[in-house]
């Protein structure tokens, strides 16, 4: 395939589109360009974005560490982080931040239960919103996106209009994710 892709890190991200993705392609774009984050859209754009700053490393460290003590003696859920990547049924291929899953659906490799998205300095709001949207509407039941600069979580459920939550320090989990109580104070920590 004849794709090079020069782009100064600060323009970071952006999106191309690529004719006719296949898992192929897809996968041949990621091992050329493996210092980034990429995702594919429904309509088969590339989406590539920078490693994320330090303290939004430490910040999805505390909450996929908090999902994973919660998660570890769970026989019937698998959690995954944020370098991992899930084809959605309609095409997009995408990487939440943190991600809970039944065994019998990640087994089969289908969209989590329950998603999370932190948001980075280099994160689009209105962009990440639309991704959490796309989770739910390819199989999510629930998915938070977390704005550590506005100190808001903003909670996604099937059927339901988002919920955006101000002034809070945890956050309870539903559903699969059901006792899973979330520390924000580590997330909202200032650097």
Not at 6 to 17: C, D, N, R, T
Not at 26 to 31: A, D, N, P, V
Not at 92 to 109: E, G
Not at 155 to 175: C, H, S
Request: net charge negative; glycine share 6%.
């Amino acid at each position: 395939m004849a794709f090079a892709l020069l782009v100064e890190e600060s323009h970071l991200p952006v999106q191309y589109s690529v004719p006719e993705m296949t898992d192929e392609k897809f996968r041949e774009i990621c091992e050329r360009y493996e210092d980034y984050r990429i995702e594919c859209t429904e309509e088969g754009e590339i989406v590539i974005m920078p490693p994320t700053d330090p303290e939004t490393g430490v910040r999805n460290s505390a909450i996929t560490g908090q999902l994973y003590m919660w998660a570890r003696n769970r026989s019937h859920v698998e959690i995954a982080d944020s370098s991992t990547g899930f084809k959605l049924p309609n095409g997009a291929r995408r990487s939440p931040d943190a991600a809970l899953s039944s065994l019998a659906r990640f087994k089969q490799r289908g969209c989590p239960e329950f998603v999370i998205e932190l948001l980075s300095p280099s994160d689009w709001p209105k962009r990440t919103a639309a991704k959490m949207a796309e989770w739910i509407e390819n199989g999510a039941e629930l998915g938070w996106m977390i704005q550590p600069k506005t100190r808001t979580v903003t909670v996604f459920r099937r059927g339901r209009t988002p919920e955006a939550l101000t002034g809070i320090d945890e956050i309870a989990g539903e559903g699969i994710a059901e006792g899973f109580v979330l520390d924000l104070r580590p997330v909202w920590r200032e650097f």
